[in-house]
T-cell receptor, first 111, second 117 residues
Framework: SQQGEEDPQALSIQEGENATMNCSYK?????LQWYRQNSGRGLVHLIL?????REKHSGRLRVTLDTSKKSSSLLITASRAADTASYFC???????????FGAGTTVTVRA | DSGVTQTPKHLITATGQRVTLRCSPR?????VYWYQQSLDQGLQFLIQ???????AKGNILERFSAQQFPDLHSELNLSSLELGDSALYFC????????????????FGPGTRLTVL
C-alpha cells in the first residue's frame, strides 16, 4: 500500500515557469524525501526534510512540510527541459527506515 | 551516479524460472534495501538488511528471498517466476545508523529490469 499521494498526477509547463507538486501522507513520519526518476531509470535523491523542519532549499528546489496537515510541497523554480521527469515523495515512519512512496507526479517541461 | 551498482541491467526469463539480482552499496553504507516498481503497484518496499542481518520486511512474496553478505553486497533471489513479477527492481543503500533514521538518506541504484515471458 502507498503511504503518500502526489498531486497533480501530471503537470505540463513552459520552460522558465515554476512547477509545484504536493504530497499528502497518512501516518506520522520521521522524515520526508523527494526523488526524481527519469523515464525507466533509477531514482535520484533530491532533498530530505525532517519532521521538525518546515522548509528546506536546495538550488532551484524548495520543499515545505506541514506535519499538522500531513502534507509537503515541492517547488521547482525556473524549470528547464532537463527537469522533465517523475517526482516522488517518500516517507519513513518514526523509528523505521523503509520508505513508502507515492504514485508520483509526472512533470513535462516544454521548450 | 549514486555509487550504488546493480547487475544485471536487464533480465529476460521464462515463467517458473529463478533469477538472482545483485547489488553493491555505496562505500561505507551498511543498510541495503530492495524495492519493486511495477505499473500497477508503484514503488513497493520489499526488504532491508543492515550489516548482514534482516532488519525489516515489506511486501515480499515467499518466492522471493534476499541476503546481505559480509562484504555488504546483497542479492535478491526470485523463484518460480510469474508474469506479474515483471518489474523494475531497485536496490538502495544508506548509512543506516541505528536511532538516526531522521537524516538517513537512501541512494538508489539504476535498477534491474526483469521481464518474465
Amino acid at each position: 500500500s502507498q503511504q503518500g499521494e502526489e498531486d497533480p498526477q501530471a503537470l505540463s509547463i513552459q520552460e522558465g515557469e515554476n512547477a509545484t507538486m504536493n504530497c499528502s501522507y497518512k501516518t506520522s513520519i520521521n522524515n520526508l524525501q523527494w526523488y526524481r526518476q527519469n523515464s525507466g531509470r533509477g531514482l535520484v535523491h533530491l532533498i530530505l526534510i525532517r519532521s521538525n523542519e518546515r522548509e528546506k532549499h536546495s538550488g532551484r528546489l524548495r520543499v515545505t512540510l506541514d506535519t499538522s496537515k500531513k502534507s509537503s510541497s515541492l517547488l521547482i523554480t525556473a524549470s528547464r527541459a532537463a527537469d522533465t521527469a517523475s517526482y516522488f515523495c517518500a516517507t519513513a515512519p518514526p523509528g523505521d527506515y523503509k520508505l513508502s512512496f507515492g504514485a508520483g507526479t509526472t512533470v513535462t517541461v516544454r521548450a | 551516479d549514486s555509487g550504488v551498482t546493480q547487475t544485471p541491467k536487464h533480465l529476460i526469463t521464462a515463467t517458473g524460472q529463478r533469477v538472482t539480482l545483485r547489488c553493491s552499496p555505496r562505500s561505507g553504507d551498511l543498510s541495503v534495501y530492495w524495492y519493486q516498481q511495477s505499473l500497477d503497484q508503484g514503488l513497493q518496499f520489499l526488504i532491508q538488511y543492515y550489516n548482514g542481518e534482516e532488519r525489516a520486511k515489506g511486501n515480499i512474496l515467499e518466492r522471493f528471498s534476499a541476503q546481505q553478505f559480509p562484504d555488504l553486497h546483497s542479492e535478491l533471489n526470485l523463484s518460480s517466476l510469474e508474469l506479474g513479477d515483471s518489474a523494475l527492481y531497485f536496490c538502495a543503500s544508506s548509512v543506516g545508523l541505528a536511532g538516526d533514521s531522521g537524516t538517513d538518506t537512501q541512494y538508489f541504484g539504476p535498477g534491474t529490469r526483469l521481464t518474465v515471458l
